[in-house]
Structures are given as structure tokens and as C-alpha cells.
């Protein structure tokens, strides 16, 4: 094949997670045969969000002014911080509409091997942060795994004399999970941290 | 195909859209395997596959990249590494990553991995320091044994014992050597022996040890620093 604009548009296509050859090869055919209007709009959506998208001056969410909805808003308890890995964490803990106090967005977890490091997660802006507006507690909603577990560790320790309340996610067995195909590891953290009714 | 034999995940990244690459590490050196479908939602190995975990591990394959076709608990799920004990851990691993070649056969520093992780799993909540460094220092020990670069504690390169009083540098690729004065850099004769003992009696001890390992392992780092030593520089606590 020569490297036409359809070939570069599908190669450009495969950026995205979970599409493979032949995907890209369809999306591309569908953009340029089936739906050009559609592609234009998508084209200028595209630009129009790469230009305008930033992150929050305060929690790193991703917005397009200088603080996010939540920061700038009011109506939001800046007594309690809740620590996320990704703004699809955020996202999605803001869609339980339980949740009222505000976010901060590491965009990662710390991982030695991978070269991670506290400043690369935002560990600077987090503790500027926290001396500028102490909050009474701190919600880490990290991942249980290694990484997760790793920057708990070491966010804990950090605050562990600011006097904020640090607490993390609870694990245990999920809502329709039946106890017989649930992990060993997880079976057996739900059984420490079982609660009284 | 091979039997399962017992192993460890030193480190894994994701792989694709739904797998892990892992660096595997069982009596037999490091492996390098492919988890196919592993971090998919439902996998049986999602909880399985974390790093300190006692496993047994069975993979096929040739070339560089094995497959992993079996993976289980040794017993009952040993509790996760966390804390300081954690950082304690990414430190052997990271050792081992950055010393061993993949199918480099060490049994015995295998065991004495297996020593350490028990070790550190069965510190308390939130260990101080210094209950930290002797199972790492062992370690380090160990591999600096099993990589052909075993310190002497007992004897200087002249040949002639340590003295307790004494005071000495240490030279890579030579052993340690006797200092003429106490300079602030020279190391105690008294902890050099208490090391070799096995024993961190006091924080002097504690400071000779984790300097004379660190001038030890360096030629066999190469320049890049430990990533995982950055964990322990102390976040510095917030004072509110």
C-alpha cells in the first residue's frame, strides 16, 4: 500500500485505545464514504477541545477555564479533599452525586519502576494546596494494586501531621458478586474488615 | 509443558488493551511473560498477579517473551505488602530488576527473597526505620554474594583481620582497605564486624551498613539512580 492520506488517516486512527487495524480501516472508510458532515464536526470538535482543554489551577481536572466547575463553585465543602488517579475516577465518583467536597487529580501513581515519581503526580501542587486551605479530612480513592497501595503510603504520610482525617476507599465483596467466585485476597480483607449490623 | 514452580511478580505493565507484561522471578532467574487477558474486568489472575505475592507460576514459550499459562496462590492469600514495608519491597525488586539478566539461575537468593517478604510481612502496621534496614541489608548481602561480588567483612585486602578500633575505605573492586585516620567518610572497624555478624547494634552500625552497600552496589547499577530510594526521603510531613 502507498502511504496515501486515507493510509495516514487510519494509522492516526490506531492512537486510540482499543482499535486495531481493522477498526481504524473502518472508522476511516465510514469518516470519508458515509459521513463527511459528521467527520467535519469531528474534526473541528477535536481542535476546538485541543485548543480550550487545560487542567484546574487547584485540582488538575480537566476544564477549559482556570478553575473547574467544582473549585470554582460555592456550593462545594472545602472541608473534605478526595485524591484521585484520573479524571475518569473523578468523572465517575461525580456522577454518584454523594460526593460534595472537592477533588485533586494525580494523573498517575507513584511507581518507581516505571520512573514515577512524587512530582510527577503532582505531589508539589497537592501540599501547596493543603497549606493554603487545610481540609478537616482526605479521601484517598486510589486503586488496590501495587501502585495504588504505594502512593497511599506515601500521601498518608505526608498528611500524617497536618491534622486532616485520612481515610481510604473500602474494599470488599462487589454489589451481584457471589462469594464463591470472589478472589482469595479479597475474601479474606472483607473477613478482617467485616462490619457489625 | 512444564510443572507450576513457585515464583514471585517483580513488576508488571499493561500489555496491550487487556494484559500484563510481567517480570517473573522463581528459582530459576527471571522470566519475562505475557499475561493474556489479565487486566480484563473479570480475570481470575486480576487479584493475583501483584508483586510480593507467593505464587506458583507456570509459563511456556520460547525466546524472550514466555506465556503465562498457570497462576496460584501458594496457600492461603498472604495479606499485601503496605506502608514502609511496601517501599522496603519495590527496593528488592528494583535491585533485582537492575542486577539480574533474564535466566540467570539463583537459588539461594531466591530463598532469601522468599525470607525477606515473610520478614517484612510480619512487621508491625507502620515499622520504624530502623527495623526496616537489617532484612535489607541481609538482602543486599546476599546478592552482592550471588553476583560474584560477596564483601569480606572479616579481613581487609592486605589479608590482615579487622580491628574493631580501626578505621577503613572502602574500594570497589578491591575490598576495604585500612584509613589511616578517622576521617568522617571512613568506616567503624566495630560496625564493619558487627555487618558481618548480621547485627545493626546502634545507628553508627546503621549508617556504615547502608553506606558501605550503597558504594558496593553501584558499579553494578550502573549510573541511573534508585528510583525506589526517592520513597524513603521522607515526604516531610505538612505541620498544620
Known sequence: MTDSVIDRLMQGLRILPGVGPRTAQRMAFYLLQRNTDGARELHRLLGDALEAARLCARCRMLCETE????????????????????????????????????????????SPMERIGPDEIGVPLLRALLERSPPSEVILALSYTLEGETTASY?????????????????????????????????????RERRAL | MRALVPGYVLHRRPWRETSWLL????????????????????????????????????????????????????????APLSGRAGFCGLYANELLLRTLLPGEAHTDLFADYGDLMAELRSLPAEPEISALELPLRRFELRLLGALGYALDLQRCSGGEPIAP????????????????????????????????????????????????????????????????????????????
Open chain 1, 67 to 110: 478553575l473547574c466547575s467544582v473549585c470554582a463553585s460555592d456550593r462545594r465543602d472545602a472541608e473534605v479533599l478526595c485524591v484521585v488517579q484520573s479524571p475518569t475516577d473523578q468523572w465517575n465518583i461525580e456522577q454518584l452525586q454523594q460526593y460534595s467536597g472537592r477533588y485533586f487529580v494525580l494523573h498517575g501513581c507513584l
Open chain 2, 165 to 240: 578500633a580501626g578505621h577503613y575505605h572502602f574500594v570497589p573492586g578491591t575490598g576495604l582497605c585500612r584509613s589511616p585516620s578517622a576521617s568522617s567518610d571512613a568506616f567503624a572497624g566495630e560496625a564493619l564486624l558487627a555487618l558481618g555478624r548480621c547485627e545493626l547494634p546502634d545507628l553508627n552500625a546503621r549508617r556504615t551498613a547502608k553506606q558501605l552497600l550503597r558504594t558496593a552496589l553501584r558499579p553494578l547499577l550502573g549510573s541511573a539512580p534508585l528510583f525506589s530510594r526517592a520513597l524513603f526521603t521522607a515526604p516531610g510531613q505538612m505541620r498544620s
Open chain 2, 23 to 78: 517480570d517473573l522471578w522463581s528459582a530459576e532467574g527471571r522470566t519475562v511473560a505475557i499475561a493474556k487477558g489479565a487486566r480484563a474486568p473479570r480475570s481470575r489472575w486480576s487479584a493475583l498477579l501483584e508483586p510480593f505475592q507467593p505464587l506458583l507460576l507456570q509459563w511456556s514459550g520460547r525466546g524472550e517473551v514466555h506465556t503465562l499459562t498457570e497462576a496460584e496462590w501458594v496457600d492461603a492469600a498472604a
Open chain 1, 155 to 191: 500521601l498518608q504520610e505526608l498528611l500524617s501531621d497536618s491534622g486532616a482525617t485520612v481515610s481510604r476507599l473500602s474494599r470488599g465483596v462487589p454489589q451481584g458478586g457471589e462469594l464463591e467466585y470472589v478472589d482469595r485476597q479479597t475474601l479474606a480483607q472483607a473477613l
